[in-house]
């Protein structure tokens, strides 16, 4: 893979967390975004929660800028850890499970995916599998 996120990355990516909605029987809402948080791929499988579009976009974009997977962040966010209240920041911020960066053979974040409209946990394996399709190109 190159340095940037291409769209047929951003594709297998998205593709690989939708197939695995399925195969959980949850359907969902999956962002992937570039490494300036700008979206590229994204999809509402039939039956997801529509208040979920903004959460997932929300993770993708969240774990771009931060680097990070949104259930990390949200640890250190919690109440009297370093990071509390960043959620409140660059325009608002998900500190729970369901994004995490993408990253190149440097190990350098060139995006993120964002899932979002079923449990945490649930939105998190649905990244997971998203992530593991970016080294199978």
Request: no cysteine; aromatic share 2%; net charge negative.
């Amino acid at each position: 893979m190159a340095g940037q996120l291409t769209l047929a990355d951003a594709q297998r990516v998205l593709n690989a967390a939708l197939d695995k909605a399925v195969q959980i029987g949850q359907p969902m809402n999956v962002a992937v975004v570039d490494d300036g948080g700008h979206l590229v791929a994204f999809a509402r499988q039939d039956d997801a929660i529509l208040a979920s579009i903004d959460i997932a976009i929300g993770k993708a974009r969240t774990a771009v800028l931060m680097k990070m997977p949104t259930a990390q962040l949200g640890e250190a966010a919690a109440p009297g850890s370093p990071l509390y209240g960043i959620e409140v920041t660059n325009g608002g911020l998900v500190i729970f499970g369901g994004g995490i960066p993408l990253k190149n053979s440097d190990d350098r974040v060139i995006g993120a995916i964002g899932v979002s409209a079923g449990t945490v946990e649930q939105d998190t394996e649905v990244a997971e599998a998203g992530v593991a399709a970016l080294g199978k190109g």
